[in-house]
């Protein structure tokens, strides 16, 4: 029995699965890529994820936003390009391009920092405890690079409740033509 079983489990291993395209063996995610979501084809793809060195992200991103970015900085408050900008498009990540947030989910906290009720995907970015300053919060780093973002409160407007209190220098912005992006 346990021969017959090797033999049936070593012959499914070898079959291809056409829902775990991209997969690690196990059917996790690969080590060296992530599931994200590109707002310009609607779909989610498997991409590589961006390590560099401290010295090639100095290089890519100048002091303020590596700063920000890489070492969990914070820009003061209404001193950011995107605080009150009103454009329609996507916002994405410095580092590595990411579509982070939508300029349809973005709102008016008064914080004087770009706020957001919710990723264009929750995959996008992910979300780890923050306990510097002596207080506890949930930071906010892209899925991809693992750039600091920012911030996530539970004092945003509903739907979700949410505010992604994000920092412009670990931002850019893609613009669309009319409509919603």
């Known amino acids: ?25 196990t059917g996790g995610p690969p080590p060296d890529r992530v599931r994200l979501y590109s707002v310009a084809t609607g779909q989610f793809d498997w991409v590589e994820r961006v390590v560099k060195t401290p010295e090639e992200w100095r290089r890519q991103l100048g002091p303020e936003a590596y ?27 410095l580092g590595c391009g990411t ?13 004087g920092w770009p706020s957001y009720g919710a990723p264009v995907a929750q995959e996008n970015v992910r979300t780890e405890e923050d306990r510097s300053f002596f207080m506890v919060r949930t930071e906010v780093l892209c899925a991809r ?20 209190c ?4 670990a931002l850019t912005f893609a613009a669309t033509a009319g409509g919603k992006p």
């Open 67 to 93: 700063h920000v970015a890489r070492e969990q900085g914070t820009e003061r408050a209404f001193t950011g390009k995107y605080w009150d900008h009103h454009g329609t498009g996507v916002y994405r990540c």
């Open 145 to 164: 690079c693992d750039a600091h973002l920012g911030h996530l409160f539970r004092d945003g407007p509903p739907p979700s409740g949410l505010r992604y």
């Open 99 to 111: 579509d982070l947030f939508s300029s349809a989910a973005k709102f008016n906290s008064g914080t």
């Open 1 to 25: 029995m346990d021969a017959m079983r090797r033999a049936l489990l070593g012959g499914l291993a070898a079959l291809p699965f056409a829902g775990l395209a991209g997969a690690g063996a």
């Open 166 to 169: 994000i920092n412009s220098a």
